[in-house]
């Protein structure tokens, strides 16, 4: 059962296969909203180095637009940064105290 702004439908996983399917493809694929639809593709390259997404482009994802979304995981090992600069990537730079605090815990792993 895929529910999304535009209705529900409710459907067997076998029905999406295949050249038959194509019409129930995009009678899901209408369920979404444009915009939806346009950020699901704009996240398309990032979800199969995401774990925690990674699974949903084959199961869910997948079944709707194959030819966007079926490609294998490739999860990538992320870069570990201190915190005010992982802070920073979100918007929310340190101020010069907490950089201090930083500077001064993270002082001997420097050496």
């Known amino acids: 059962m895929l529910t999304g702004a535009n209705g529900t439908l409710s459907a067997p996983i076998s029905g999406f296969a295949g050249p038959p399917g194509a019409p129930l493809r995009a009678r899901a694929a209408g369920l979404v909203s444009p915009g939806m639809r346009d950020t699901l593709f704009a996240l398309a390259p990032l979800l199969p180095a995401v774990a925690e997404f990674g699974s949903y482009t084959a199961d869910f994802l997948g079944l709707v637009w194959p030819e966007r979304f079926s490609g294998a995981q490739k999860l990538r090992r992320g870069v570990?940064?201190?915190?005010?600069?992982?802070?920073?990537?979100?918007?929310?730079?340190?101020?010069?105290e907490a950089r201090h605090r930083e500077e001064k815990h993270f002082a001997d792993e420097a050496r």
Do not use: E, L, Q
């Open 80 to 96: 570990r940064k201190p915190g005010c600069d992982f802070d920073a990537t979100f918007g929310y730079p340190c101020d010069a």
